[in-house]
């Protein structure tokens, strides 16, 4: 720990802070606290020009549709019906040197494009066939215990259950988008996991939308790190609900920011990724 580290704690505490927005960490303590508050008020500051962009554009909406939907009509539409947050949990362990992540919960929140709304949510945990047994490591990490992984069903039949959600509820693939928190869930854990279960990957995870990318995108921050799920809570006045790293709450708190951020008007486009 640096020195400066163990004679003020608050240091250490500023920059864990400034590390989950994917700022410096460089300088002293008070130039730290400055350039927390900095990001924050950016932030606030963006927020309300956007705010007040898009009740400029609710205002025009709500002329042309002024008796059927108000509420509705007040929102800006998504260019999706359907968005599925989604936040993967794989076996893991201290050091996943060489590791063969698989997927071990597979939890998705369905919100609605037009709405805002969420309309339902779907998880299951999945059995690991490669590496059965979880290490101590990884239940404590993510809390999914040896019994939730042997009674569950195997990747390839959680898809097929998957896929039977989305026609409850009328989600065609092609109007549906996944959200998620960084790349690594659709591109690594599941691209991966498909290889191993000897499925071709299925259509809908050929595209995703990276929630880490739009909130960058959407701040207008340049370069640098981009912020991580407790850094976007942070900056959104808002506190990570639940337990970290269980896959249906951390969904949960991915869906909460994605939500946050429609309202202010962020459009969830592919051309965002
Ligand atoms: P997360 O969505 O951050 O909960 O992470 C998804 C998966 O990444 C976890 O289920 C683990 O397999 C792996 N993972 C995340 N953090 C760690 C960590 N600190 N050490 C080892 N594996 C991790
Ligand atoms: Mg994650
Ligand atoms: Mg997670």
Not at 108 to 114: A, D, E, I, S
Not at 120 to 137: C, I, T, Y
Not at 172 to 185: A, L, N, S, V, Y
Request: aromatic share 10%; proline share 4%.
């Amino acid at each position: 720990m640096p020195d400066d580290e163990l004679r003020n704690p608050q240091v250490a505490e500023l920059r864990i802070a400034l590390e989950s927005l994917g700022l410096s960490t460089k300088g002293q303590v008070k130039v730290l606290k400055e350039r927390l508050r900095k990001a924050k008020k950016r932030t606030q500051d963006s927020a309300v020009e956007t705010e007040s962009n898009s009740s400029e554009s609710a205002i025009e909406s709500n002329a042309s549709e002024a008796t059927e939907e108000p509420v509705v009509a007040r929102k800006v539409q998504q260019p999706f019906d359907f968005y599925c947050v989604f936040d993967v949990e794989a076996t893991c362990r201290e050091d996943n040197v060489g590791w063969k992540h698989e997927v071990i919960e597979f939890p998705v929140v369905l919100v609605c494009g037009r709405t805002f709304e969420t309309i339902a949510e779907f998880r299951s945990f999945v059995r690991p066939v490669l590496n059965p047994v979880l290490s101590d490591f990884c239940t404590q990490l993510t809390g999914i215990t040896q019994d939730q992984v042997d009674s569950a069903p195997t990747f390839p039949e959680v898809l097929k259950l998957f896929e039977s959600f989305l026609s409850r509820y009328k989600v065609k693939h092609g109007r549906m988008r996944f959200i998620t928190d960084g790349p690594w869930d659709i591109r690594d854990f599941v691209r991966n996991q498909c290889v191993y279960s000897d499925i071709r990957r299925p259509a809908y995870f050929d595209t995703y939308l990276d929630l880490r990318r739009i909130f960058t995108k959407f701040y207008g921050r340049k370069g640098g790190k981009r912020a991580n799920l407790n850094g976007m809570l942070s900056l959104l006045n808002m506190e990570f609900e639940g337990r970290q790293h269980s896959g249906i709450d951390d969904t949960r708190n991915i869906a909460k920011i994605a939500v946050c951020l429609m309202e202010k008007g962020c459009v969830f486009d592919s051309t965002l990724r």
